[in-house]
Each structure stands twice: as C-alpha cells, then as structure tokens.
C-alpha cells in the first residue's frame, strides 16, 4: 500500500508536436499535502487577503493615533469601527479559510479523481487534465493565468485553480519553460 502523503515521483514526458505546435505532457501524482497547499495558494491570491495582511498595521497604527476614546472626529469613527468591526470579521473570515482547507485536503476517504495520478496536456486548444476516473478540458478562453511560484506551476481558471508541484520537474528552468509555453498560448488567443 503506498503512503497517500508522500506518492512516488512521476515521470515528464517530453514535448511532442502536433500540426507544428508543442504539446507539453506532465503526469504527476497528487497528495494531501498538494492539496492543502493548492487551496492556500488559490486563497491567498484573492485581494482580501492583501487588506487582511495589512489589518495588523491598522490597528497599531488605531492604538497610537486614538490614545483615548473621548472626542472622536469622524476619520476616528471610521477607523475605530474598521478595526472593531471589520477586522475581526475578516480575521474569522480567513480562519474559515483555513479550516476548508484544512477539510478538504484532509478529510477521509480517498478522494478519488483528486488524489492519485493526473496526467496534464498543454497545448494549443488549452489545458486537458485526465485521471483514473474522469478528464476535463479548459480552453484558454477559461484560463485566467499560468505563473510559476517557489511550489510549481500554479494556474488559475475561471471557476477554479490547480497546481503542478514543483517536485516533478528538473529543475526551476523546466519549470520556466512549461509556464512559458502555456503563456504563450494563452497571449495567442487572447491576441496580445
């Protein structure tokens, strides 16, 4: 039985071509690990948490602007109400952030179709994903991005995101190359 937490190294299958264009194949496995780590990635893209990451800094900078709370003007109230009200509400907001990871990558079962083997196709008609028990297609147009980051190739779609961990490639510039592939097709049909 193989540990769901630590799966074997996939293979990368080298480009072929197809009518002219390249095609790039990664098969990789996914773990919980990977999961949990994708949810957080797809989280923290989100502008919410850039606000969230500077709430620390509202509220030391609340305490020294407002030493006391006797006449308040009315950029006072604001940044009273902000950090009483909406600061906490964002903070418990993250926290369920956390915990849906948290659930979702670890919760029991297998996870079939998630964990496992994925076999990922970039190509000129957009991105096809294919497991043991299902295949998707995205074309471009549903590709919102492909960017490399220090876990491995991260794309994001219009409904939802994956990650290609980084483990699975040679070396960072293996990496370069696959995102620049897909991004190249990404600016061709959106004709930049």
Known sequence: MTDPYHAPRAELVEPSATAGMAVREIRFSWTRADIFLGCLIAFYRRPVFMVMALIPGILVVRDEYLGHFG?????QIAVVAFSYVLAPAALLWAFSLLVGCCLTAFRPGKLPGI???HLIRIGPDGIHEETSVNSGAFGWSAVRFVRRSVFGVFVQLAGASFLVPRRYFR????VLEVVRLANSYLASTRGA
């Open 171 to 174: 070396d960072g510039g293996e």
């Open 115 to 117: 964990l496992g083997e």
């Open 71 to 75: 006449d308040l003007t009315v950029p």
